[in-house]
């Protein structure tokens, strides 16, 4: 079985930073995609960031305030946010895929940035 577990979310004032962390366990060969989603509060759950090998991708909204990496031999990805806005409040999730396709997600973690 597979476990996605994030870490790092709070509350923070406006401009202030977080370090958002993914350690997956569990029977994974090889892993493909590693990714963040968020779901703002009554919005749906859209991609912040993924990482595949050494290639990211952000969504524009946060690109120059966040970067996100990954640590293979700790199966681990992070998300460091800086200068956080409010609309940057939402629920976190962690996403991966495995090189057989496999796709898994974490519980969520909560950040809210407050005004």
């Known amino acids: 079985q597979v476990q996605l577990v994030e870490s790092g979310g709070g509350l923070v004032q406006a401009g202030g930073s977080l370090r958002l962390s993914c350690a997956a366990s569990?029977?994974?060969?090889?892993?493909?995609?590693m990714g963040w989603y968020r779901q703002p509060p009554g919005k749906q759950r859209d991609l912040v960031a993924r990482?595949?090998?050494?290639?990211?991708n952000y969504e524009d909204s946060v690109k120059g305030r966040f970067t996100i990496s990954r640590d293979n031999a700790k199966m681990s990805v992070y998300l460091q946010m800086n200068s956080l806005k409010p609309e940057d409040t939402a629920v976190y999730y962690c996403?991966?895929?495995?090189?057989?396709?496999?796709?898994?997600w974490g519980k969520g973690t909560l950040v809210t940035v407050s005004s």
């Open positions: 990482i595949t090998g050494g290639t990211t």
């Open positions: 569990g029977t994974i060969y090889g892993l493909n995609v």
């Open positions: 996403y991966i895929r495995t090189v057989l396709g496999g796709e898994y």
